[in-house]
């Protein structure tokens, strides 16, 4: 029905203002249909407030958007009829089990009572929920909770799903867990926008991603090609004495380039690409008297993308608050 | 039941089968009506009832304690026997029990905002009020409870309503319409207070001494003059009035003309303007 290069979303010059603060401020996207999109940025860039005005929760303050085609504007029942939201929060009832709130998406959606239930127990077995299936959700772990969370998400299988930080906040395992279901449910033809501060979890699952920053994107492109922008890897060396620190930066620098001063009095960073350079690097330090404790070789940081993009490191605004907190209570 | 235990369960290859199986197993449904949805956000509400008892019994059980202390401590004093004191305070306290309860419709609706249900809710494709109508409709469920707990308790202390059952019926409905109109107030509130604790805070600061300045524990005519003026045009008041003509076969429909259309007013006031508060969101 689709072919490859109809545009699930089609967004241009989004804006949403709260108070003084341009909280989303131009930003255009691209998204081809059952591709999974990444939105990259820190805390307060902009993200959940873009997936919220295209969810239709709230409405732009300029611009447009099209998502599958519906203006969001114009008609948001039938983009609301083709997507599905994934909030940061985990948007599930804790004061109900994990069995009622599937039973409750189902019957809202609009299935019969026993199709619901039928629907909310195969929805339990496959996301391995089925043995808390009657306990209440304020009892699950995080990883249950987002596996529910995703689960509520698919009741109804919707066209498009959007995934604020699917993974913020969890451990490995159930990171791995969540990525999983993300990938089955791309293999079945949904497409995605995700969210995320995290650039290995946009590369591990994004097709295309959007780098966002101050409620503007600041890059676009395929993981490679971010990753080529910024310097496909970074070497970290931490010292065994701070003291030391201007002197490592100096060999370091001249060896493989600008260096990066690390927040750890005793650590620094570089853009490398090549292992044979960067262990050249560190043997010339040992060489020179400089005692490293540990260093390691690997892909660029959120920061080290951040600084190679904007000339600043990433900040999260507003100390540690979500997204959605920081950027919905105007007042 | 421990919490590890279904944790320990590794996502392995045959759950991603699943998880892709059940994801190609359905073709949407037709949309919900109006009318389903609010019903299954009322079954929603009395879910919670059910599972979150704790939050009926705060409010039902300052009631009862204040029907026992205020009966046997000041029931002599003040009517000349707990009997007669019993008699005058027992409808007041129905009216007092089922409005408390009103706050906490405000408090479930900033706790779904605050834990991030309503984001949900909001992107579904159902009728937008649904969600507000349908949490009316379970509380109305825990109007009529914290209403029977007191109407019970009264009976067992040797209340005899004169009107008999039809008369407490009455009153209990007029009481729980009221509570309709007036919990719409406290789900504005919980629309615009940052927490749940700031909107049960700011409502029983209004509700408390409310229920307090009016005719529910004692007669108006025994207070100073300023203070029974204002007690005599308390709302809470001539709903008391109302509730306790009702059960005793003497309500003057005047009284119960301007309950209902307080009830009335409050409603169009104030359930416009949460709404447009949820949608805004």
């Known amino acids: ?331 | 039941m421990s919490t590890p235990a279904t944790e320990a369960s590794l996502m392995t290859e045959a759950d991603e089968a699943a998880v892709r199986k059940a994801i190609s197993s359905t073709s949407r449904p037709p949309t919900a009506s109006p009318l389903s949805a609010a019903f299954t956000f009322g079954w929603r509400g009395m879910l919670k009832v059910k599972h979150v008892p704790e939050q009926l019994l705060d409010v039902t059980i300052t009631p009862v304690m204040f029907v026992l202390m205020f009966t046997y401590l000041f029931g002599g004093a003040v009517a000349g026997s707990t009997g007669a004191y019993l008699d005058y305070i027992l409808p007041g306290v129905l009216v007092m029990s089922v409005l408390f309860t009103t706050v906490y419709s405000g408090v479930a609706l900033n706790t779904d905002l605050t834990k991030g249900v309503v984001d949900r809710f909001r992107s579904l494709p159902i009728w937008r009020p649904s969600p507000l109508v349908g949490s009316l409709l379970g509380d109305s469920v825990r109007y009529l409870v914290a209403g029977t707990v007191i109407i019970v308790l009264g009976v067992a202390l040797g209340y005899r309503p004169d009107a008999g059952v039809g008369g407490v019926l009455a009153a209990l409905a007029l009481v729980v319409v009221f509570a309709f109109g007036l919990s719409w107030v406290f789900t504005t509130l919980g629309l615009l207070l940052r927490s749940p604790n700031a909107v049960m805070n700011a409502g029983f600061m209004g509700i408390f001494p409310l229920t307090f300045l009016s005719n529910v524990f004692v007669d108006p005519s025994t207070l100073p003059a300023g203070l029974e003026a204002f007690v005599n045009v308390n709302p809470i008041s001539i709903l008391a009035n109302a509730s306790r003509g009702l059960m005793e076969g003497t309500a003057s429909a005047a009284d119960i003309g301007i309950v209902l259309a307080t009830a009335a007013v409050l409603t169009a006031v104030f359930a416009p303007l949460t709404t447009r508060l949820y949608r805004r969101g």
């Open chain 1, 1 to 331: 029905m689709t072919s490859q290069s109809t545009l699930a979303i089609e967004a241009t010059g989004l804006v949403k203002v709260f108070g003084d603060t341009r909280a989303v401020d131009g930003v255009d996207l691209a998204v081809r249909s059952g591709s999974v999109y990444g939105v990259l940025g820190p805390n307060g860039a902009g993200k959940t407030t873009t997936i919220r005005m295209l969810a239709t929760l709230i409405r732009p303050d300029g611009g447009s958007a099209r998502v599958l085609g519906h203006d969001i504007v114009q008609e948001p029942g039938a983009v609301r009829r083709a997507v599905s939201l994934t909030g940061q929060l985990a948007s599930v009832d804790e004061d109900l089990t994990g069995r009622e709130n599937l039973i409750l998406l189902g019957r809202l959606l609009g299935l019969r009572r026993n199709a619901a239930k039928t629907r909310a127990a195969e929805l339990l077995e496959a996301f391995g929920l089925a043995e808390a299936a009657g306990r209440m959700v304020k009892n699950y772990s995080g990883g249950m909770r987002r596996r529910l969370d995703v689960a509520a998400s698919i009741v109804v299988t919707p066209q498009l799903m959007f995934l604020d930080e699917p993974t913020t906040g969890l451990d490995p395992r159930s990171r791995n867990q969540v990525w999983g279901i993300i990938r089955a449910l791309v293999a079945e033809g949904t497409t995605i926008l995700l969210c995320t501060q995290y650039l290995e979890e946009a590369d591990q699952l994004a097709d295309g991603i959007a780098v966002i920053d101050h409620g503007k994107v600041i890059a676009e492109g395929t993981p490679g090609q971010l990753k080529a922008s910024v310097g496909t890897g970074a070497l970290h060396v931490r010292l065994l004495d701070p003291e030391q620190r201007p002197q490592a930066e100096q060999l370091i620098g001249r060896a493989l380039g600008a260096v990066h001063l690390e927040p750890d009095l005793a650590a620094l960073s570089v853009q490398c690409s090549d292992a044979g350079r960067a262990a050249e690097a560190v043997a010339e330090l040992s060489r020179s008297g400089i005692g490293v404790a540990d260093f390691s070789l690997g892909q660029p940081s959120l920061d080290e993308v951040f600084l190679a993009l904007t000339g600043h490191p990433a900040e999260n605004d507003s100390d540690q608050q979500p997204d959605a907190i920081a950027e919905e209570q105007p007042a």
